[in-house]
């Protein structure tokens, strides 16, 4: 499974950006989705994730409130909306996924941020001051 970040790209301090998240031949359809970054000489960090049935999200303190994650499974897409850009934002965004353990059971986000199993290769977003 391959899923693909797209979306980044160069944008000034204020600005906003929307990533999207896709995966070829793979319904992200109840599958937890989780965006994370990694900016040069840092770790990776997890920023948002949305449970499988869409109705949880969760969001890393330092994008809370400029960031908004959500779902669109009919165009099988991801998206993760970034307003109020700031230079620490600059980064390497990709996005993972978790299929969930059964029909009946809700993909959640609890421990996302520890890493999921299907990952994505990232696009590149870099906010100048």
């Known amino acids: 499974v391959q899923l693909q970040a797209s979306g980044g790209g160069l944008v000034q301090t204020g600005g906003s950006l929307r990533l999207s998240c896709t995966a070829s031949?793979?319904?992200?359809?109840?599958?937890?989705v989780g965006w994370f970054r990694q900016a040069p000489g840092k770790e990776r960090e997890g920023i948002s994730c949305?449970?499988?049935?869409?109705?949880?999200?969760t969001y890393a303190d330092a994008v809370k409130g400029r960031f908004t994650i959500s779902r669109d499974n009919y165009e099988n897409t991801v998206y993760l909306q970034m307003n109020n850009l700031k230079s620490e934002d600059t980064a390497v965004y990709y996005c993972?996924?978790?299929?969930?353990?059964?029909?009946?059971?809700?993909?959640?986000?609890?421990?996302?941020?520890?890493?999921?199993?299907?990952r994505g290769k990232g696009t590149q977003v870099t906010v100048s001051s």
């Open positions: 031949g793979y319904t992200l359809r109840d599958n937890a």
């Open positions: 993972a996924a978790d299929p969930p353990l059964s029909s009946s059971v809700d993909a959640g986000c609890a421990t996302y941020s520890d890493g999921m199993k299907y």
């Open positions: 949305i449970s499988g049935y869409g109705d949880h999200t």
